[in-house]
């Protein structure tokens, strides 16, 4: 008799989060919670450079050493940027292979076009895309150096200035960052729905929170390129 | 008033299609959309063309058949069925464009009728309460409490219309999963299933073809039943906790 | 009993239709006998049983998914059948229980006001004016319980209390609360409860379902229904199916009016087919007009929308006292004003049955104080209830009705009074059947609204989804087994079979005729005309005259049908204008049949009036002494007289009485 109808053999869990749908953005959701988490952290400290060279230096230095001597230098530092790649790859395949199915799903558009949904949700794909391509610009930039032009190994607070010193410098990081603004505030609030943490209630409150992380992070990130060109920071 | 229709026709489902104008004539204000559609293919009969197919039964707003894209829109500009839209929303003169759900999981069958048994898929992967007929205990055996059933009955009131599928820019179902996921999680007797039913519908959502939720809100808009969008975050919550307690249960 | 004419418009003169012969009188053989209340259970009993291991061999075919065919579907998978199941519509889900508003009656007495099994069979032989029969009603009252149960189970989302118990209201007609609903959407609850069940066997393969998929016959082979001639919607491919019975769940034929509150694609076909084959078909013009409908607006309206009942508990009817009063409703002063149910019938008010409420309805708009484009309607005023009761609480209660209200006719009802007309909206006759549900074709079943069983010649507020659900979910699959179990192992039916065969080559010959006849009129303009002609003539009120117009006129249209219809595109792929065609050819034989039977009793009861039969103040006059029967019709062929077969009623339990709402 047709009682039992369901078969309690499944996938794996990690199988089965990352072939569905739900469970690949939740993937998303939480590798982008950690480079958000990064770029707040990231982001205060880059502040240092209104309190001068030696003090920025001295900060870019201290963090090659963090943990000694219990750690080896730059252990922690490496340990942070495999987090990173491991958060980047995560988001950014999970992103290419939902994109994917996502286009597959609606392959015939509208002969009627109407706008749909708001700017910064329209612009979560070229966005991300704009934002990976401009961090391999910034690691040869300002970590291997190889594309600066000033190129002062141990020197930070020069390098960053010879960056911003430069039109095409100034022009690639300004748009770089308003699209993680974009990108956070839709992503930020997505992340949260995706993980199961909003509700009609709580909504607002995300978008609020939202809103007020892109514009943080913008304006923090954005303040030093800013105060070169201003001559605040010389 | 007089209209211009602007109409996907598409003989067969692999047939090419095309918009195809038609004039309207004599269209009241207190017609329903449907109605006026009805006007068009009388002309077209009379005129031995064939007349424009479309889904509808009840005509009432419930049965969820009519899944007409109305100047882009699902269900057209009111937060109703296509049945119960009124021509009193248009104008004369008005050029309108009338198209068929879009999404890959809902193939075209002709013209605007298209084929949404992914849906009814979907359900029988897992939208239900196991009660074969007889088995059930006294109904006040077990009190709901108020809250509980009405937010069941909130998520209840889907028609399954689609028209979630055709708003969302990636033809995503998670608004119509999650509402029955949320309909019978919410109640005490669904609460047996609760972890197998959402793994089951999730997955066979993905299978049908149906993209991912990118939190663009259109489906919630276009619901003629108000369907909300945390619905989505609702579910997404119960799949993970699913995923974590069955790990739990494996170890 | 499958001999037949010719088909199609074979010229008949009026006349002769009328003249119907009067055949064997019909006995229920499965009802049982001794005390009402024991009987269904002896039935269960005494009927035999299939076992467990052998009912995957055995076949049933279900023909609808509402209600009643979703419950039975689901129900005989789970008791181990293989069912193959059809519908229409490209889901089961959209089935047009999926419409009904109002709520389902059970005797549960959770009010503690009175009610019980007794008193709800009580109130639905009365309402139906004691033209059902007794047990199958006691059955009804004692099963109405268990569905509740069920459904619960199945997660229906009823209204519930703050104590989180299950809400009753009252409907119409009966005086205990004992109506359970799911705000203004019990259908679609309860229609989305069976269909999640089916769905479950579905995926367990128990059902093999068909969507996008219509009956166009009955194979009847060696005097059993053994399998359906039906017609894939999508692809235009007409083949048989096979199986060891046959359920019909499909639904009332209230489309033969043009104008309903049915389903735009609700049909007939089903049921009038099996008629053809063999089936008797029970009081056809037992049909029942719902007083709380939207009027139409004109002559593009395509369907009629009901508001559900329940507006009747707050809402008061009234039409101005003056003929040709056009002023609007708010400049009517008090005075002026004629609250017709509320001064005709003091004690019930506008609580009156169904069928009283239309008829005064149109009496007063016959009186010319309708109001209203057309003068065809009259208002359904909540002034005072929002006074009583603050504008809040009632939009609590029927807030989504008044939207529905508001979205359809564009005014607001919380400042100007609805309006409302009857409308056709269910049809209490159908295939007879048994006590078993078993139709005169040994082996066709017919449940939920295609049967005539429970409702007499009236049917009372929230009692149509109770009976689909009781007829799909407890009885059928319950008396079925005795029918299986007697016809193990039937002989295998095949296309060769010359019954199968004739019914596969009648079919196509019948589309074909339809694509190739290349007329000059649309198919819905011969739907309308027919239903106007009985809207007129067979609608709330009849008379000989009327009756004998309608039949005189139906031949013509007919005739005028299969010469001018127009049916263009092919038959091998979706066509629309087609699956019309095809359905109002059998509606323009059912509206004779439904003429007939209106004509030859000549009584009034319940939904079926008859000017000669009235009493001095105008009310109903039943006779009981000449119609205290059920008239089953046999099909003789198109245009030819059938053959009357009566089904005497006995009274045992429920002495009629002339039934008075004063």
Redesign the interface.
Known sequence: ???A??TDR?PS?TR??W????????VMAVSGLIMLGYLVVHMMGNLKIFFGAQEFNAYGHWLRHIGEPFLHSHWALWAVRVVLLAAVAAHAVSAYQ?SR??????????????R???YA?RT?RWGGVILGLFIVWHILDLTTLTVNERAWAGHPYENVLATFSTWYGNTLYITAMAALGLHIR?GF??AA????????RR?RTLKALANALALLLFAGFVSVPVGVMTGVVK | MKLNLRVWRQQTPDAPGAMVTYEVDGVSRDMSFLEMLDTLNEDLIVRGEEPVAFDHDCREGICGACSLVINGEAHGPERTTACQLHMRSFRDGDTIDVEPWRAAAFPVVKDLVVDRSAFDRIIQAGGYITAPTGSAPEAHATAVPKPDADRAFEHAECIGCGACVAACPNGSAMLFTSAKVNHLGALPQGSPERETRVLDMVAAMDDEGFGGCTLTGECATACPKGIPLPSITAMNREWLRALRKGRAARD | MTAHAPDHGTATMSDTYAHYTTGEPLADTKAPSGPIADRWDRRRFEARLVNPANRRKQTVIVVGTGLAGGAAGATLAEQGYRVVQFCYSDSPRRAHSIAAQGGINAAKNYRNDGDSVHRLFYDTVKGGDFRARESNVHRLAQISVEIIDQCVAQGVPFAREYGGLLDTRSFGGVQVSRTFYARGQTGQQLLLGAYQALSRQIAAGGVEMHARTEMLDLVVADGRARGIVARDLVTGRITTHFADAVVLATGGYGNVFYLSTNAMNSNATAVWRAHRRGAYFANPCFTQIHPTCIPRTGDHQSKLTLMSESLRNDGRIWVPKAKGDTRPPHRIPEAERDYYLERIYPSFGNLVPRDIASRAAKNVCDEGRGVGPGGQGVYLDFADAIRRMGRDKVAEKYGNLFEMYERITAEDPYEVPMRIYPAVHYTMGGLWVDYDLQTTVPGLFAIGEANFSDHGANRLGASALMQGLADGYFVLPATINDYLARHPAQDPVDDTHPQAAAALRETRDRLDRLLHTDGDRTPDSFHREIGELMWEHCGMARNDAGLRTALARIPQIRQEFWRRVKVPGSGTQLNQSLEKANRIVDYLELAELMCLDALHRTESCGGHFREESQTPDGEAARRDDEFSYAAAWQFRGTGKPPVLHREDLAFEYVHPTQRSYA
């Open positions: 008799m047709a009682l109808t369901r499944r869990t089965t989060l072939d569905s749908t739900v469970g690949k953005k939740a939902l199915r996502d286009i597959k799903a609606r392959p015939v558009a509208y002969a009627h076009k109407r749909r949904a708001g949700t979560m839709h609030r997505s729905h995706t993980l199961g943490a909003g509700s009609a909504d």
